[in-house]
Nanobody
Framework: QVQLVESGGGLVQAGGSLRLSCAAS????????MGWFRQAPGKEREFVAA????????YYADSVKARFTISGDNAKKMVYLQMNSLKPEDTAVYYC???????????????WGQGTQVTVSS
């Protein structure tokens, strides 16, 4: 069983930055790939970024590429999402997820956090 707790959300002006954190409770944290998803009001949850500890590969949705960076700290069992140049369309609840592979779909993840709200004002 893996528990995930996100933090770091908030209100920011367009062009600003936020860093989301995800704390994981897992005995074998390094065996999981970690992902970030988001869900805007009235929309389906969508993939944002993922990281695989094996090789340290990172993957991004086209909409956030070059603006967002996913990283992690295995020793601390933490995953981060650095978000720069934020846009109003980035407004959503952001979720951290853990699964066997760094997948770009929800089905690839077995565990989810409760989410943290990010609001970007214009």
């Amino acid at each position: 069983q893996v528990q995930l707790v996100e933090s770091g959300g908030g209100l920011v002006q367009a062009g600003g930055s936020l860093r989301l954190s995800c704390a994981a409770s897992a005995r074998t944290f390094s065996s999981y790939a970690m992902g970030w998803f988001r869900q805007a009001p009235g929309k389906e949850r969508e993939f944002v970024a993922a990281i695989s500890w094996s090789g340290g590969s990172a993957y991004y949705a086209d909409s956030v590429k070059a603006r967002f960076t996913i990283s992690g700290d295995n020793a601390k069992k933490m995953v981060y999402l650095q978000m720069n140049s934020l846009k109003p369309e980035d407004t959503a609840v952001y979720y951290c997820a853990a699964g066997p592979l760094a997948a770009g779909t929800e089905r690839g993840y077995d565990y989810w956090g409760q989410g943290t709200q990010v609001t970007v004002s214009s």
